[in-house]
Every structure is written in C-alpha cells, then in structure tokens.
Nanobody, 121 residues
Framework: VQLVESGGGLVQAGGSLRLSCAASRSIFSLNVMAWYRQAPGKQRELVAT???????NYADSVKGRFTISRDNAKNTAYLQMNSLKPEDTAVYYC????????????????WGQGTLVTVSS
C-alpha cells in the first residue's frame, strides 16, 4: 500500500496551496491521517492530524491558516494551506500510522514520497 501526494509547488507569500494524499489500495481501515513537513536543515515536524471521525489537531504554527480534511470514501486526505509564509517552505509528507486493506493486510507507519512547497517572499 502507498500514500501518493500531490499539489506542491511554488507560491508567493500570502498565497494558497492544496495538498492531496491518496491511499493506493482498497482500504478496510484507515483511522488517522497526518501531514508532516521537513524544512532544509530541520527535523521533520507534525503539521496536522485527522481521524476517520474528522477530529483534527494542528501545530501552533499553522493554526488558523491550514485546514486538514479527508474524504473517507476516497481514502484521501487534504491540506488546505492559506496565508502561506516563507517559513512554511518544506517538503510535506503524508503519513498513516496504520492501514488495514480489504484483503486483511495490516501496514504500519506508512509515508508518502513527499511534495515540495516553496513560498517566496
């Protein structure tokens, strides 16, 4: 099973981008989905999480600017990023702590390949 991200790119400060993360297989259970980011020379940090019941949590640095959402029918999570700042520049990664497929296979700590977001000043 894979998580496939899309939607990164170059944007000016104050602009918006929407990231998507889709699971590649038929999913039986995918409770938590999360977005992380890693800026050059820095550790990877948690940006936002969402449960299958749409409970959300955000890093303080993005509260009020970023919105995480999901479409359970499509096993897809989204990250709407508004009012972007140069310090939001990073590679953004999608993560699922646990995925169970229709075939009964259980996968742990699944990561996407990452998508680069660059915010120019």
């Amino acid at each position: 099973v894979q998580l496939v991200e899309s939607g990164g790119g170059l944007v000016q400060a104050g602009g918006s981008l929407r990231l998507s993360c889709a699971a590649s297989r038929s999913i039986f259970s995918l409770n938590v989905m999360a977005w992380y980011r890693q800026a050059p020379g820095k550790q990877r940090e948690l940006v936002a999480t969402i449960t299958s019941g749409s409970n959300t949590n955000y890093a303080d640095s993005v509260k009020g600017r970023f919105t995480i959402s999901r479409d359970n029918a499509k096993n897809t999570a989204y990250l709407q990023m508004n009012s972007l700042k140069p310090e939001d520049t990073a590679v953004y990664y999608c993560n699922a702590p646990e995925i169970v497929t229709i075939g009964g296979n259980r996968y742990l700590d699944i990561w996407g390949q990452g998508t680069l977001v660059t915010v120019s000043s």
